[in-house]
Nanobody, 118 residues
Framework: QVQLVESGGGLVQPGESLRLSCVTS????????MRWHRQTPGKERELVAS????????TYTESVKGRFTISRDNAKNTVYLDMNSLKPEDTAVYYC???????????WGQGTQVTVSS
């Protein structure tokens, strides 16, 4: 049974930091690219950051470059998103996603709420 369980969300003030974690099981984690997406009510889900299977290649949406860092630990089947200098516009539900292009497999977590407000 495939599981992706996010944690680490919460309410923080602008300028503060959070670390999201996504612990996975039920599939070969090291074979999957891992991504973090976010979504706010009424808007489409947005790809925030992605990392390759080894973690050696990462990409970010423009609005988070220099503030967010995606990383993975293949020994722990876990992907992280370190979020610094948080802004109110970062408020969203953040979703962990495992993606295997050659088999068109896509697994999703249940999401964790991040709220940035003073």
């Amino acid at each position: 049974q495939v599981q992706l369980v996010e944690s680490g969300g919460g309410l923080v003030q602008p300028g503060e930091s959070l670390r999201l974690s996504c612990v996975t099981s039920g599939f070969t984690f090291s074979s999957y690219a891992m991504r973090w997406h976010r979504q706010t009510p009424g808007k489409e889900r947005e790809l925030v950051a992605s990392t390759s299977t080894s973690g050696g290649s990462t990409t970010y949406t423009e609005s988070v470059k220099g503030r967010f860092t995606i990383s993975r630990d293949n020994a722990k089947n876990t992907v992280y998103l370190d979020m610094n200098s948080l802004k109110p516009e970062d408020t969203a539900v953040y979703y962990c996603n495992a993606y295997l292009a050659r088999l068109a497999r896509n697994y999703w977590g249940q999401g964790t709420q991040v709220t940035v407000s003073s």
